[in-house]
């Protein structure tokens, strides 16, 4: 033991590292930390807020939420841009996609990119899936030749509830407006079969439709057709924030409130 010691005292002694610059040392751990966090908001959670009233009464504009980037299947990009000036540098890089936990169904409220400006994130609530049959008589929406109009955030619940507009309170929001449909100014245009939602339309593979709570005032499958899912980015999750730009304050009732 003591040859032990003796031996390891008498060899070289490593000199002391040398110091390194605050500014480096600052910046090491500032880029660290940004490397965490895009990591984070690529393929685990990302922020997002409701700029418009599309998902009333479900989502209020100036709510702030979390997205689950995962339960979809995560992905690397596949182009690089400048979010401030919306400006797409590299496009087309090839992507990998991380495996799934399960498939959007219907009910799920998604946070996509807007296909005719995919630096536009957009959020609807999916009603649809491949496979299913989507139509709208008088303002009511059906899939698969039952009513989808009310609990939309069980699936699987009891969705037969039709709107009354003269009684508010008989069906819980969201819910389409009476004397609106799925019209668009000529239903009759085959480059959108989606357009003549009167008569049923099939959503196609790779593909689900969405609408928005607020059917009155809401851009959505309609207006574009079904959604690409590769333009998925996730499902929402709960709202962090919330805020009252009429009256300049916070909805406190509203925080960590589960979205479904």
């Known amino acids: 033991m003591f040859g032990f ?5 008498s060899g070289r002694v490593r000199p002391p590292a040398p110091k390194r610059h ?7 751990s500032i880029g660290s930390a940004v490397l965490i966090a895009l990591v984070l908001r690529q393929f685990i959670f990302q922020a997002f807020r409701i700029p418009t009233g599309s998902m009333l009464e479900t989502l209020q504009i100036g709510d702030f939420l979390f997205v689950n980037k995962f339960l979809y299947g995560a992905r690397t990009p596949d182009r690089i841009r400048i979010p401030v000036v919306n400006w797409t540098l590299v ?4 992507v ?6 399960r498939e959007p169904r219907q009910g799920d409220i998604i946070v996509f990119e807007f296909p005719e400006d995919r630096n536009i994130d957009f959020i609807k609530r999916c009603v649809a899936v491949a496979g299913d049959t989507v139509a709208v008589r008088d303002g009511v ?8 109009e009310s609990n939309l955030g069980e699936y699987g619940g009891d969705h037969s509830c039709v709107p009354s507009w003269t009684d508010p309170g008989n069906c819980p929001a969201p819910r389409a407006k009476k004397d609106q449909g799925m019209y668009l100014a000529n239903p009759r245009n085959r480059e959108f079969p989606w357009a003549g939602l009167p008569n049923p339309y ?6 689900i439709f969405m609408m928005g709570d607020n059917r009155y005032n809401s851009k959505d499958s309609r207006y574009w057709g079904p959604l690409d899912t590769n333009l998925i ?4 999750l709960f709202i962090y924030w919330s805020w009252n730009g009429e009256k300049h304050l916070p909805r406190f009732s509203r925080l960590g409130h589960p979205i479904r």
């Open 5 to 9: 010691l003796k031996r390891k005292q």
């Open 22 to 28: 605050p500014v480096v040392e600052y910046a090491k």
């Open 91 to 94: 496009d087309g890089i090839p």
């Open 96 to 101: 990998l996609k991380f495996p799934a936990v």
């Open 141 to 148: 929406l059906s899939v698969n030749g039952k009513i989808y």
């Open 202 to 207: 099939v959503v196609p593979a790779g593909r």
């Open 233 to 236: 980015k996730g499902k929402a």
